[in-house]
């Protein structure tokens, strides 16, 4: 057994050993802040146990939430109809459309013909740097429209392509690092089939071995950040949505971020970020020629293998952008008619951010895709991730039940003491820091679920404006770039065995500063755009 499977295997355990007895503790404790709010206290043992087994992941983490909610109705914190009344939310809604989406274009390689089609342009050509570029821009872009790990797997593929060809003639690596080698690549059981192709000689191409890392990292780095862009991006943005429009008010009215709102702070994040990114990869990680021989024309006999477009690509491409339009329709009108205008107000009651996606999911069972099929089927759908819809779903209830018990409400209070006098501005940073942190030890959906409702409640408590705390806790649940375990973007690329952990945790520590930096000034200059 390796000492990765061994660790998981010790953490699993742990995980289900300290679950049980931190729920026990906690149950039976003395806290003077919860004495007269027994059900608050009861649900501070439930969530207890159930940060444990998230952080650990003992047991499935949708199963976690689940189990979380029925302790919930058991221990008579609230009613059935309360604890699970959030699994319903419009929100998760807009996952399962936006879900069905990502499906279609998973299925129907719309998502590898943007890639390819990128990467190769004449513009890109065969400068490595370019190359490396033109990449991670589409990896960023793509993934602020589908599941990052998606992104990353399929991108992680066509970035293995781009290696093999730049192998020397004679099939070897460059030498001087255990991570460089490209020679087996083509025979990983674990690399995609599309490496097993026959590739031409290229030629001599002496590639520094660190080119290898930093393609391999831009795969994953981009992922991460290019879901920041836009609410569907990554699951943190929508959990951080919820909790703003249930908890933040303004003027005794609660706000409501719109798409186009959301891009209006996200967008220029991701690429103020991803310039910084590509520019000290691209430092760090040289090529070590100028030009790539026989990389683009091998990228262009993968695009042409392509093919014409397809039925379902085109399909999947109308409704896709049918979506999008919706989805930022009522941004563009605020623009221009004013947020008092009819029309905007329409567009508010008539298209949330859950009806564009179902209508664009509902698309695609209608129109066509191959040999008489729509573009979509109902057995294909049900593929999606439902899992991680229902963690979700777990997630606001937890969320809801603190705010409604007054559970967070005392932790709120009791944690302020660590935060005297910091002001809005120190609120800002000290929850983009701790969000960031917390998602190095655990999944982004879980951190987000811990950390935003918290941060929400200890800036209300303290008298302090909680949107922009909970705009940089909801875009540092996104970060955390160290550790193979912090997204699964990373342990993709990590399992290439080409991105050695001491360079990963560099390489993530300047990014996860960087980012910091730039969501804190971002939602320090921008988030008046939003309320």
Request: charge should be neutral.
């Given at each position: 057994m390796s000492l990765e499977s061994r660790m998981y295997l010790l953490r699993r355990r742990t995980g289900l050993v300290l679950a049980p007895l931190l729920f026990a503790f906690v149950l039976s404790a003395n806290f003077e802040s919860l004495a007269d709010k027994p059900a608050a206290h009861r649900l501070a043992a439930v969530m207890a146990a159930v940060v444990v087994l998230w952080v650990t992941e003992a047991i499935p983490m949708a199963l976690t939430a689940l189990l979380g909610a029925t302790a919930c109705v058991m221990l008579q914190v609230a009613p059935a109809k309360n604890v699970f009344a959030p699994f319903a939310d419009q929100l998760m809604f807009l996952f399962i459309g936006s879900f069905m989406l990502a499906r279609a274009i998973e299925l129907h390689g719309l998502d590898r013909r943007l890639a390819l089609s990128v990467l190769t342009l004449k513009a890109v050509g065969g400068s490595p740097s370019r190359v490396l570029f033109a990449f991670g821009a589409t990896t960023a872009f793509i993934s602020a429209w589908i599941s990052n790990t998606a992104t990353t797997a399929m991108m992680f593929a066509i970035g293995l392509s781009i290696l093999k060809v730049l192998r020397d003639d004679r099939g070897q690596a460059p030498q001087n690092?255990?991570?460089?080698?490209?020679?087996?690549?083509?025979?990983?059981?674990?690399?995609?089939?599309?490496?097993?192709?026959?590739?031409?000689?290229?030629?001599?191409?002496?590639?520094?071995?660190?080119?290898?890392?930093?393609?391999?990292?831009?795969?994953?780095?981009?992922?991460?950040?290019?879901?920041?862009?836009?609410?569907?991006?990554?699951?943190?943005?929508?959990?951080?949505?919820?909790?703003?429009?249930?908890?933040?008010?303004?003027?005794?009215?609660?706000?409501?971020?719109?798409?186009?709102?959301?891009?209006?702070?996200?967008?220029?994040?991701?690429?103020?970020?991803?310039?910084?990114?590509?520019?000290?990869?691209?430092?760090?990680?040289?090529?070590?020629?100028?030009?790539?021989?026989?990389?683009?024309?091998?990228?262009?006999?993968?695009?042409?293998?392509?093919?014409?477009?397809?039925?379902?690509?085109?399909?999947?491409?109308?409704?896709?952008?049918?979506?999008?339009?919706?989805?930022?329709?009522?941004?563009?009108?605020?623009?221009?008619?004013?947020?008092?205008?009819?029309?905007?107000?329409?567009?508010?009651?008539?298209?949330?951010?859950?009806?564009?996606?179902?209508?664009?999911?509902?698309?695609?069972?209608?129109?066509?895709?191959?040999?008489?099929?729509?573009?979509?089927?109902?057995?294909?759908?049900?593929?999606?991730?439902?899992?991680?819809?229902?963690?979700?779903?777990?997630?606001?209830?937890?969320?809801?039940?603190a705010q409604e018990t007054g559970l967070a409400d005392a932790l709120g209070k009791n944690m302020i003491a660590w935060l005297p006098n910091a002001g809005s501005f120190g609120f800002l940073i000290a929850a983009t820091l701790v969000a960031t942190l917390v998602s190095e030890a655990t999944s982004n959906t879980a951190s987000a679920n811990i950390v935003i409702p918290v941060v929400i409640t200890m800036a209300t408590a303290a008298g302090v404006d909680p949107l922009e705390p909970a705009l940089g806790a909801t875009f540092g649940c996104s970060l955390g770039f160290m550790l193979p375990v912090s997204t699964p973007c990373n342990a993709i690329v990590y399992g290439s065995g080409m991105v050695p952990l001491g360079r990963m945790i560099r390489y993530g520590a300047l990014l996860d500063i960087a980012g910091t930096i730039v969501i804190v000034a971002a939602v320090k200059t921008l988030s008046a755009l939003v309320r």
């Open positions: 690092s255990k991570m460089a080698e490209l020679s087996v690549l083509s025979t990983q059981n674990s690399i995609p089939p599309i490496l097993n192709s026959a590739v031409p000689d290229p030629g001599r191409n002496r590639i520094d071995p660190r080119y290898a890392t930093g393609l391999m990292l831009m795969t994953s780095f981009s992922a991460s950040i290019g879901g920041l862009a836009t609410p569907i991006g990554t699951p943190p943005n929508v959990i951080g949505l919820n909790f703003i429009r249930k908890l933040v008010t303004a003027d005794g009215a609660a706000i409501d971020i719109t798409f186009f709102e959301w891009c209006l702070i996200g967008v220029p994040i991701v690429i103020v970020l991803y310039l910084f990114m590509f520019a000290y990869l691209n430092w760090f990680c040289p090529a070590g020629v100028r030009e790539l021989a026989g990389g683009r024309e091998y990228l262009e006999r993968q695009r042409q293998q392509l093919g014409p477009w397809t039925r379902g690509q085109l399909s999947t491409l109308v409704a896709f952008v049918i979506m999008v339009i919706l989805w930022v329709t009522p941004g563009v009108i605020a623009l221009g008619w004013g947020e008092t205008s009819d029309a905007y107000k329409w567009c508010k009651l008539s298209l949330p951010e859950a009806v564009p996606a179902l209508l664009g999911a509902g698309l695609l069972f209608l129109l066509p895709g191959e040999r008489g099929r729509p573009a979509l089927t109902w057995p294909e759908a049900t593929q999606i991730d439902w899992g991680v819809v229902l963690l979700y779903g777990g997630g606001f209830a937890f969320g809801m039940l």
